[in-house]
């Protein structure tokens, strides 16, 4: 694989996972699943289906859809595109940063086709103790959330010995 951008390659990978099983088990409930019904699995987690209309946590979802969709789209694909950006001047030795991103590339992936096909977004998993809940979230929330976490902490490890800095999405190589 001579002049392949490993990189590119292994976080073109987790993106795809995260992608076709988000959509995998988005299929799985629209198609199992009526919207409202619940399924309890253990005490404080179950199976809810959702269809959110608006961004992360219903932001915007009362917005109308000609805005919304646009809007959506368009800070979806300048996200992917500082990702991009992001990962092609992270150094290879940072090995979890780029599995971080082609997770948050795929979970970007997969709600933004999810919305591009019916305008909104499935949730399912459904996190409770009592009468708090979580807002519902799917597998495209999860690589998006995990990742931005390792991206995140990874930010905060001093480099090793040789090693360049972490590169930031503005930096240059």
Same mark, same amino acid.
């Given at each position: 694989m001579s002049g392949v951008d490993r990189r590119l390659v292994r976080a073109t990978l987790v993106a795809l996972v995260v992608f076709v099983v988000d959509l995998a088990t988005k299929r799985i409930v629209e198609g199992t699943m009526t919207v409202g019904q619940e399924i309890p699995v253990v005490p404080g987690f179950g199976l809810l289906y959702v269809r959110n209309s608006g961004a992360a946590f219903g932001l915007l979802s009362g917005a109308p859809e000609w805005l919304r969709i646009p809007l959506f789209l368009v800070v979806t694909v300048a996200a992917l595109w500082?990702?991009? /950006?992001?990962?092609? /001047?992270t150094p290879p030795e940072r090995g979890w940063v780029v599995v971080a991103l082609g997770g948050i590339v795929g979970g970007a992936l997969g709600n933004l086709a999810c919305r591009l096909r019916s305008g909104e &977004?499935? =949730? !399912? !998993?459904?996190?409770?103790? @009592?009468?708090?809940?979580?807002?519902? !979230?799917? &597998?495209? =929330?999860? @690589?998006?959330?995990? @990742? &931005?976490? &390792?991206v995140l902490l990874e930010s905060f490890r001093a480099p090793a010995t040789g090693e360049a800095p972490a590169a930031s999405p503005t930096t240059r190589r």
């Amino acid at each position: 694989m001579s002049g392949v951008d490993r990189r590119l390659v292994r976080a073109t990978l987790v993106a795809l996972v995260v992608f076709v099983v988000d959509l995998a088990t988005k299929r799985i409930v629209e198609g199992t699943m009526t919207v409202g019904q619940e399924i309890p699995v253990v005490p404080g987690f179950g199976l809810l289906y959702v269809r959110n209309s608006g961004a992360a946590f219903g932001l915007l979802s009362g917005a109308p859809e000609w805005l919304r969709i646009p809007l959506f789209l368009v800070v979806t694909v300048a996200a992917l595109w500082l990702l991009v /950006s992001y990962l092609r /001047s992270t150094p290879p030795e940072r090995g979890w940063v780029v599995v971080a991103l082609g997770g948050i590339v795929g979970g970007a992936l997969g709600n933004l086709a999810c919305r591009l096909r019916s305008g909104e &977004v499935v =949730d !399912f !998993f459904h996190l409770h103790v @009592g009468e708090w809940s979580w807002p519902m !979230f799917n &597998v495209a =929330d999860i @690589g998006i959330t995990l @990742g &931005v976490a &390792v991206v995140l902490l990874e930010s905060f490890r001093a480099p090793a010995t040789g090693e360049a800095p972490a590169a930031s999405p503005t930096t240059r190589r």
